[in-house]
């Protein structure tokens, strides 16, 4: 039972173009959100999050927005530069519920062309 | 910054070997994890400690153990590797102090562990 989904395994985009990268979540209870990018054989470094009380958190380039009614957050990169080039995962957590872990997606490989 | 070091960055084992892969934060952190990344599945969480000499099992705990005896150090024991648990080990911490409110894990570089 997945629930945290990440449907597009990878995405193409050129440089200077806008990256939207998707997550869908099942769990209801899910009130914190964060995005992880991972560069090969390195671990993944924390990127933007967001609390269930916002819909929307911009950090320089980086921008997550969340529907909750449709259990759904995205995150859009712009512009996209070639070191965007990494591994993406979604997670989750349900903070009120008292739980410290974190739910991750299964991640979307973002390739950004010169 | 926080740091979290992995003692080894490429492991080779044989199948029934015992193996040690060690983690270490400094940023005095009291939580930590013990996630497996394999292609296609993501990250899996295997185990956690809420605090020096304290641990839970995560969603998968079969084959592993866990050692927390200091608060910054945190060790997962394949009590006897098999070719199944040829994967990508990462160990993670977390500060409690700072609350629910921002649940945000840091990661070490990992560990590539490869069973023969």
């Known amino acids: 039972d997945q629930q945290v989904k990440q449907n597009s395994p990878s995405l193409s985009v050129q440089e200077g173009r806008i990256s939207i990268l998707n997550c869908d979540y099942t769990?209801?209870?899910?009130?914190?959100f964060l995005w992880y990018k991972k560069y090969p054989a390195e671990g993944p470094t924390f990127l933007i999050s967001i609390s269930s009380i916002k819909d929307k958190n911009e950090d320089g380039r980086f921008t997550v927005f969340l529907n909750k009614s449709a259990k759904h957050l995205s995150l859009h990169i712009v512009p996209s530069q070639p070191g965007d080039s990494a591994v993406y995962f979604c997670a989750a957590s349900a903070i009120a519920g008292g739980s410290e872990k974190l739910v991750f997606g299964k991640g979307t490989k973002l390739t950004v062309n010169p | 910054d926080v740091k979290v070091t992995q003692s080894s960055r490429y492991l080779v084992k044989r199948t029934g070997e015992k193996v040690f892969l060690e983690c270490v934060q400094d940023?005095?952190?009291?939580?930590m994890f013990w996630y497996r990344q394999d292609p296609g599945l993501g990250l899996r969480l295997i185990y956690f400690?809420?605090?020096?000499?304290?641990?839970e099992k995560g969603d998968i705990p079969e084959g592993y153990s866990v050692s927390r005896e200091k608060k910054e150090r945190f060790s997962l024991i394949l009590e006897s590797a098999s070719t199944n648990q040829t994967s990508m080990y990462l160990c993670?911490?977390?500060?409690?102090?700072?609350?629910?409110?921002?649940?945000?894990?840091?990661f070490g570089a990992g560990t590539r562990l490869s069973v023969l």
């Open positions: 769990n209801s209870m899910f009130d914190y």
């Open positions: 993670a911490s977390r500060s409690w102090t700072s609350g629910l409110a921002k649940n945000i894990q840091y």
């Open positions: 400690s809420y605090d020096v000499k304290m641990k």
């Open positions: 940023m005095d952190h009291e939580n």
